[in-house]
C-alpha cells in the first residue's frame, strides 16, 4: 500500500499540474476543444508508446486484452471531449471536483462490473473524497436564484438553501457543470475496463491505444464537420508538450491497478482535485480560496482512510 500511495499520489500530483494548464489553454488562450484534444492525445500517445519500447520492447498483449479495450476506448473518446469542453466553459476549480464524484458512483460500478468492494474503512474515505469534491462545487460563476426559492422560502434562508444546494442549480444553467457530471458517470464505468485492458497488457500499451483512438476519433469528427480548417493551430506544438506530459502522468496513475482494487485506485487518483484547486487558485486567479482549501482538506481525509 505504501507503494501504491507513492504512485497514485505522485501521478495525481502531475494530473494537478495537467489540468491546470489544461485550462489555462482552454480558457486563457482560447484554444478550441477539438484542437485541444487531438494535440494532447497525440502527445499522450507518442510518449506511452515510446515508454513500451523503451520499458518492455515489442508489447505482450493477451487476448482478453481487446474486449475491455475496445470499450474504454469508445467511452474515453466521451470522457476526454467532454471534460475539456467543461474546462472550456467553467472554472478548473468547479468543473475538476463535478467530475470527480466519481468515487461514490464508482462502489456501485466496480460491484457490478468487478465483483470488487472496499473495506468499512475505504467506503468511508471514498465518501469522504465525494463530500470534499461537493464542497469545492458550491462555489463557482454567478448563477441566478431559482424564482421558485425566492416565492416560497424568506430571503436569508432561501440564500442558505441556494447555497448548499448551488451545485446542482448549476447542473441546469451551466453546460460545463453538465459535461462534468456526465463526464463522471461515463468514468465511472469505463476504469473498470481500463483496469481489465491494463492488466492484460501495460500501462503504457494500453494508454497509448486508448489515447490513439481519441485522437483519431476526434479529428476524423472535426474533419467530417469542416470544423478543423477553421480552428487555429498555432499552439498546436505547445499542446503536444502537454500531451507528452498527460501521457506520463497517465501511465503513472494506470500502473495503479497491478496494486489495488479500483474504487481504491479511482479514489486515490482523486486527489488530483487538492492540486488543480490549489494550483488554479494561485495560477488562474480563481475564487474562494479558504471554501476551496476546507473541500480539500476533507478529500485528503478521506485519502487516508482508503489505506485502511
Known sequence: MVFFFSLVLGGAFLHGIGNTLRA???RNRNVSSDVSVVATMLGASVFSFAAEI???GIPNVSAMFWIPFSVTAVLNILIENLNTRALKMEEASVVVPLASTMPAILIFA???ILGEFPSFAGRVGIILIASGAY??????GEIALPAFLRYILPQPFARSVFFLLSPWFRLFSSRGAQYAFLTAWIAAVSVNFDKLATLNSSPMFFT???YTVVCAATWTWSKKRGAWKTHDKSLFGQLFLLGLFTGLFTVILNAGYFYAIVPYVGSVKRTQIVWTVLFALVFLKEKDPLLRIAGS???FAGTVLVAF
Open 24 to 26: 489555462y489553454y482552454l
Open 54 to 56: 523503451a520499458w518492455n
Open 110 to 112: 466496480s460491484w457490478v
Open 135 to 140: 464542497i469545492l462545487r458550491l462555489r463557482g
Open 208 to 210: 497509448g491505444g486508448a
Open 297 to 299: 482538506a476533507i478529500i
